[in-house]
């Protein structure tokens, strides 16, 4: 027997909100740069580009993901995510190998900062667009269990981070005229997100190998059985698994022997029901054995041993 999840509502509005936000610090960044003439405003912007590039591998993987299940994919496009966040991971690296590339030589080049007015002020604009976008996509993506989303928000706060770098680099610097701070911090600004990408990468790695739920679901699952088992079922064979931002469950449900087909199936249909209310993108599947037979307890394991 088979519960189906709950449809899930369309996510793509907010890669749409990221592609926004991508494009107005770009924007913003290029003005800067054609007003200062600042090299570091024109790879700023640039660098911008990538969060666009990003934004976009979003919508195109949100749009995928909420296809049906047809023929060809009969669990549906949900773990399409994984690739977007993978790819939001590897970009995040690759920020980061940018800004240290670019610290380590102005360290060992110490210039003079440009236009430190304009530029901090386009530095702050853009910091509060890319700040509260990835709040909003960080919210939604939590909510609706979207990794695509989750990925997207760490993005743009790379671009948080590293902004913030740079104005705690120029205010040490006019403070104390210590040039090579600007770039010793952007270094440990680089150093940060080089973990935010790795455990975006992990997370996509773990999702595409058919990672169980986190342990506190399924302890709630556990709960719920042992209510269950003081009535006289007993279950085994629990399995699950998290697709993108939909669930699947799996679990063997043992009932007296003596029971009709319809009074087995109305119990397991409200088994599912009950799961699916703290998992509400959950796709439940049951199995129904007597408990009387020995051959129940023999297909617990993945691989069914021959008898």
Do not use: C
């Not at 900062?113 to 853009?126: F, I, K, Q, R």
């Amino acid at each position: 027997m088979e519960s189906a999840a709950t449809l899930p509502p369309s996510l793509t509005r907010y890669a749409w909100l990221s592609i926004a936000a991508a494009i107005a610090t770009i924007v913003l960044k290029g003005v800067a740069w054609w007003l200062t003439g600042s090299v570091g405003l024109l790879s700023d912007a640039i660098e911008s580009f990538v969060n666009l590039a990003g934004a976009l591998m979003a919508l195109w993987m949100l749009t995928l993901s909420a296809r049906p299940a047809d023929d060809n994919h009969a669990y549906g496009y949900s773990k399409a995510e994984y690739f977007s966040s993978a790819f939001e991971g590897f970009l995040i690296l690759l920020a980061a190998v940018s800004i240290g590339y670019t610290a380590i030589v102005r360290l060992m080049n110490p210039q003079s900062l440009e236009a430190v007015g304009v530029g901090l002020l386009v530095s702050v604009v853009a910091s509060v667009i890319n700040f509260a976008t990835a709040r909003i996509l960080m919210s939604v993506g939590r909510e609706h269990n979207s990794i695509t989303l989750e990925a997207d928000a760490h993005h743009l706060m790379t671009d948080v981070w590293t902004s913030a770098g740079v104005i705690a680099g120029v205010g040490l610097v006019w403070l104390i005229g210590w040039l090579w701070l600007d770039p010793l911090i952007a270094l440990l600004v680089a150093a940060n997100i080089v973990w935010t990408g790795l455990q975006l990468m992990r997370r996509s790695a773990a999702g595409l190998m058919d990672v169980s739920l986190p342990v506190e679901k399924l302890e709630q699952i556990e709960a719920l059985l042992a209510g269950y088992r003081q009535q006289g079922l007993d279950f085994h064979a629990l399995r699950t698994r998290q697709s993108g931002s939909r669930t699947f469950v799996v679990l063997h449900v043992l009932v007296p022997g003596s029971w009709t087909v319809q009074d087995g199936h109305t119990w397991a249909e409200r088994i599912e029901v009950e799961i699916q209310h703290f998992l509400p993108r959950a796709h439940v599947t049951t199995h129904l054995e007597p408990l009387e037979d020995p051959v129940s307890m023999t297909d617990q394991e993945l691989d069914r041993p021959r008898i």
